[in-house]
């Protein structure tokens, strides 16, 4: 008789080799689809800022560009060729800064040592060469004059931040006398004389600084320097209005690497430019980590305390169960549904209430009545509460009984079983939760913006006038940053290089704030659950 | 022989059971048990499993209120407390009446944070006091030589013998005067098991132990008195010796001679 199975060599299907392929092909492809999207965002945001070699072309038809080529791609129509994207700046001068030229169509390509590339605060790079500055000496001396007009700009500027304090005071008397008068005080009283008085006062010297400052910002953009094109064209710049400039072609790799640190600083702690698609990205990072942190302020404390009650006190009936499919069904719904939900309820509801209440004689000017920091990290808490709760369920689920019951045997309540035992417990688990909560609300954007994300912010929700905190601004946030510049900006080739930097920044954010949990989830786990029971 | 009762009466118990009927919803799980328990002895409650023991032995700390749908009747003194009483203090009577369970549950906290959690919950926060329960405890329970120089490291990192004698050092160290003890070494080895018997009989100078065992050469080794429960019902009741080696009851002799003996 012939035994049913060979078991010397089972073979291939018996073993179930053909499972253990089908499921680490699956990863494979997970972790090829996300790490093939790192890749495109880092390769292409990680170079943004190093300096490219400036290129002259001169074309068959004698016209010349002087530009740093962006793609190449071969097109086939009938002959196969290639073209090239050059980004020739010069916006003010040729209209487009970035141009497609036929490779065929080049009859010669060079790198002028002298080409310069300067960075300007209006209509983006400006490439070219040096025909004169004030001192003498080339570039060097181009340098030296900027140095000292950035110098006295610096000045300028620190006058811009009285300006903007006595701004600020006008504003605050404004409301008071606002106020005022909403309570009927007296036109001839005291307190609306003493109002209108320093109103007076400050409008005295605030035009005395703006004059000043108006008249040295005259004076310094005096200061020029003639440059011209690579067509020959001359072009006078204040040199105000020029932020860095350097000559790529003959910039060694240390020159490269002092101006990509330069940009990185830049985009880390300045104030965006050009219609965001220059400069820093400084609000943004703040509003988006800030948002973060309030949003966690709500959905924690929140979520645990609604998993709590769930789990440990309610009795475990219908409504239990109702309950928890509604809080895991919650976290499916589409987030612009949030999103509108905040702007019907807490901002049109709660915080025009607030502003009935408290700010009666500001309306129709609304303060907490219109989109802010506060009620978009409120939308985003109630968006992010489910995975809290969920996650902090499962891990007081997780807890064996015998631990519950050795706490209540030795004469603990449930309170003190819960603080002292239960939740120290469930903490790895409820830090899991989380995570995946804070992660969704850094890369949330839907709901943000009809709840107070705007493209530019004038003031950050975090500065050095009282009360500091100021939850009722509306504030920048990189996801939605990605999106305005990527899709709602009018030069849209010249965003591109920051839609990638934004991206990059915003995984990069998102990962420091996930790490840094999981680093504290790990302690937590390794104090509070060594060993097995 | 005739006149020696069933269920032997105990002069002065610590803890007496009347009448004791205990429901699970609709199903009766105890059926009017009545019995003492005397004070610094140790009593061993056996029978098959399912019989109640353990039912009984959680009645006695009102653990069976932790589980839906338990409903007591009957009388249950403590001294001249009423332990079913439903306006009882349910955390005082815990604090007197100890429990150690069948698997070892130390707290994911250091070996000194677990002993002294019960006097922690209690409110006691002076350093020394605590310090002294908790070198006390641990030489009660023979823990002392083995653990005292980790007493920061966690509870988790001991072995199994050793946590099952530091949940009976927890439970001591709020000095409850009544210990119960649900099978507390049948998750151990041998050994392990006969420090822990060691130990039972050594706090039966201080304490008045309740324990519940499958085993009954463990009854035997450690207890003074057996109870013998069968469906429900506590069939025999009395010194360990003359139980094991003359029961009274039939049923008794068939448990003790039969399968699970």
Known sequence: ?533 | MSDTPLILPIENPVLKVSDLHLYYGDSEALHGISMGFPARQVTALIGPSGCGKSTLLRCLNRMNDLIEGVRVTGSLQLDDIEINDPALDVIGLRRRVGMVFQKSNPFPKSVYENVVYGLRIAGVGDRAVLDEAVEKSLRSAGLWDEVKDRLAESALGLSGGQMQRLCIARAIAVNPGIILMDEPCSALDPRSTARVEDLIVELRENYTIIIVTHNMQQAARVSDLTAFLYEGHLVEYGPTKRLFTKPLSPKTEDYITGRFG
């Open chain 1, 1 to 533: 008789m012939k035994p049913s199975t060979n078991i010397k060599s089972p073979g291939f299907w018996r073993l179930g080799e053909p499972f253990v392929w089908l499921t680490g092909a699956a990863m494979a492809l997970v972790l090829i689809l996300a790490g093939g999207m790192l890749v495109v965002v880092a390769g292409n945001g990680l170079g943004v800022f190093w300096p490219a070699r400036l290129e002259q072309f001169e074309m068959k038809d004698k016209t010349v560009l002087l530009g740093a080529v962006t793609q190449r791609s071969a097109v086939r129509n009938g002959v196969a060729h290639s073209r090239l994207q050059v980004k020739v700046g010069n916006r003010d001068l040729s209209g487009a800064d970035f141009r497609w030229i036929d490779a065929d169509a080049v009859a010669r390509t060079s790198a002028p040592p002298d080409a310069l590339l300067v960075e300007r605060r209006e209509f983006g790079d400006f490439h070219g060469f040096l025909v004169r500055s004030a001192t003498a000496g080339g570039v060097d001396g181009l340098r030296a004059d900027w140095l000292r007009v950035r110098a006295e700009f610096a000045g300028v500027a620190e006058l811009g931040k009285a300006v903007s304090k006595i701004n600020d005071r006008m504003e605050g008397i404004r409301r008071d006398l606002l106020r005022l008068r909403y309570r009927n005080a007296p036109e001839s009283g005291s307190a609306i004389r003493g109002c209108l008085a320093r109103q007076a006062e400050l409008k005295v010297e605030f035009d005395r600084l703006v004059a000043g400052q108006t008249r040295s910002l005259e004076g310094l953009r005096r200061h020029t320097a003639t440059f011209r094109d690579a067509a020959g064209r001359e072009k006078e710049i204040p040199l105000t209005d020029i932020v860095r400039f350097c000559q790529p072609n003959i910039l060694g790799v240390g020159g490269k690497a002092g101006w990509y640190l330069e940009k990185v600083w830049e985009l880390f702690f300045a104030e965006p430019r050009e219609a965001n698609t220059e400069g820093g990205l400084f609000p943004a990072i703040m509003g988006t980590v800030m948002m973060v942190f309030l949003m966690s302020l709500f959905s924690f404390p929140l979520g645990v305390v609604t998993a709590v009650y769930l789990r440990e006190y309610a009795r475990d009936g219908w409504l239990v169960r109702v309950v928890r499919i509604a809080v895991n069904n919650l976290a499916g719904i589409p987030s612009i549904v949030y999103g509108i939900f905040g702007l019907g309820f807490f901002i049109y509801g709660v915080g025009s209430g607030l502003d009935r209440l408290f700010f009666p004689e500001r309306l129709p000017t609304p303060t907490f009545g219109t989109g802010g920091i506060l009620w978009a990290s409120l939308t985003l808490a109630l968006l992010t509460v489910p995975v809290v709760i969920v996650a902090t369920e499962e891990a007081l689920g997780a807890i064996p009984a015998g631990v519950r019951h050795a706490s209540l045997a030795l004469g603990a309540t449930k309170l003190q079983t819960l603080l002292r035992v239960l939740l120290p417990m469930a903490s790895p688990g409820i830090m899991t939760g989380f995570i995946l909560a804070m992660a969704r609300a850094a890369g949330e954007v839907a709901p943000l913006m009809i709840t107070g994300v705007v493209k530019l912010a004038p003031a950050m929700p975090l500065d050095g006038n009282f009360p500091f905190f100021h939850v009722d601004r509306k504030f920048m946030h990189l996801g939605f940053h990605i999106y305005d510049i990527g899709f709602q900006s009018p030069n849209v080739e010249a965003a591109k290089p920051m839609v990638y930097v934004t991206t990059l920044l915003l995984l990069f954010i998102v990962l420091l704030m996930s790490s840094s949990a999981i680093l504290l989830r790990n302690r937590m786990k390794k104090r509070y659950t060594l060993g097995s029971f």
